[in-house]
């Protein structure tokens, strides 16, 4: 069974940092690439970041560009989202997402980055 | 990288058909047949259940179905059933390795 579980969320300060984890299980971590995305509270859904499977190429919403950093490690079947320059429109749930064919086909259950003073 | 354009909200009566729109651009929608559905009740992670334009993953009902034409795509469910109330999202591939999601849409079975 394909399981993604993050961790890490919580509530920092704006200007601050928060790392975020996504443990996989189920299936070969190493041939898939991977995504985050965001759900701001009560809002839609916001692709944020993408890594190859090799963790080579990265690629990055818009809004993120310059502040966040996706990395992976494929020894640990793991995802990182390291969040810098933190804002109040960053308050989110994080999802780390499964690609398969250009579909985000397997979720995790997600986690809460609050961004607040 | 502007959101695609969904209702925010949609219904229907149980066994009815109801279809949710999603209208994107040529640079996306428009462009590549890597359109997803995705079905979010609340309080949960989303649910692939179209990928492609109409091509359903395993496990999921043939009830959902999923069209294109131009810039837009359409998810249409038929013999609509209480479960089928929740939030539905389209995405589609932008090119470059960016993905754009819909605004997302509220089914409510009345």
């Known amino acids: 069974e394909v399981q993604l579980v993050e961790s890490g969320g919580g509530l920092v300060q704006p200007g601050g940092s928060l790392r975020l984890s996504c443990a996989a299980s189920g299936f070969t971590f190493t041939s898939y690439e991977l995504s985050w995305v965001r759900q701001a509270p009560g809002k839609g859904l916001e692709w944020v970041s993408y890594i190859s499977t090799s963790g080579s190429v990265m690629y990055y919403a818009d809004s993120v560009k310059g502040r966040f950093s996706i990395s992976r490690d494929n020894a640990k079947n793991s995802l990182y989202l390291q969040m810098n320059s933190l804002r109040a429109e960053d308050t989110a749930v994080y999802y780390c997402?499964?690609?398969?064919?250009?579909?985000?086909?397997?979720w995790g259950q997600g986690t809460l980055v609050t961004v607040s003073s | 990288q502007s959101a695609l354009t969904q209702p925010a909200s949609v219904s229907g009566s149980p066994g009815q058909s109801i279809t949710i729109s999603c209208t994107g651009t040529?640079?996306?929608?428009?462009?590549?047949?890597?359109v997803s559905w995705y079905q979010q009740h609340p309080g949960k992670a989303p649910k692939l259940i179209i990928y492609e334009v109409s091509k359903w993953p395993s496990g999921v009902s043939d009830r959902f179905s999923g069209s294109k034409s131009g810039n837009t795509a359409s998810l249409t469910i038929s013999g609509l059933q209480a479960e089928d109330e929740a939030d539905y999202y389209c995405c589609s591939y932008a090119g470059s390795v960016t993905w754009v999601f819909g605004g997302g849409t509220k089914l409510t079975v009345l």
């Open positions: 997402a499964r690609i398969g064919g250009y579909r985000h086909d397997y």
């Open positions: 040529s640079s996306d929608v428009g462009s590549y047949k890597f």
